[in-house]
Nanobody, 124 residues
Framework: QVQLVESGGGLVQAGGSLRLSCAAS????????MGWFRQAPGKEREFVAA????????YGVDSVKGRFTISRDNAKNSVYLQMNSLKFEDTAVYYC?????????????????WGQGTQVTVSA
């Protein structure tokens, strides 16, 4: 059983930056692909980014490309989401997820473990 704990969310002004972290425990971290999803009020949870065991990355939401960077540190059992040039529409709860495969996926249903989420609020 893998446990995921996110941190780093908060309130930031538009144009600012945040770095989300997700610490994993209970499994061999390098065996898992990791993803970040987000859910804004009244909207469905959407895929933001994912990273393979080797560091290969995929970004799902066009609006975050060039602004967000996903990375992982297998030695620290952690995955990160660096968010720059934040916009009001980035406001959401951000979730970390782990998939029992070394290769990423974009569908929520293909991830096996989820964190509790961390709130990101961007003021206009």
């Amino acid at each position: 059983q893998v446990q995921l704990v996110e941190s780093g969310g908060g309130l930031v002004q538009a144009g600012g930056s945040l770095r989300l972290s997700c610490a994993a425990s209970g499994g061999t971290f390098s065996n898992y692909a990791m993803g970040w999803f987000r859910q804004a009020p009244g909207k469905e949870r959407e895929f933001v980014a994912a990273v393979n065991w080797s560091g290969e990355r995929l970004y799902g939401v066009d609006s975050v490309k060039g602004r967000f960077t996903i990375s992982r540190d297998n030695a620290k059992n952690s995955v990160y989401l660096q968010m720059n040039s934040l916009k009001f529409e980035d406001t959401a709860v951000y979730y970390c997820a782990a998939r029992r495969s070394q290769y990423y996926a974009v569908s929520l249903s293909e991830y096996d473990y989820w964190g509790q989420g961390t709130q990101v609020t961007v003021s206009a």
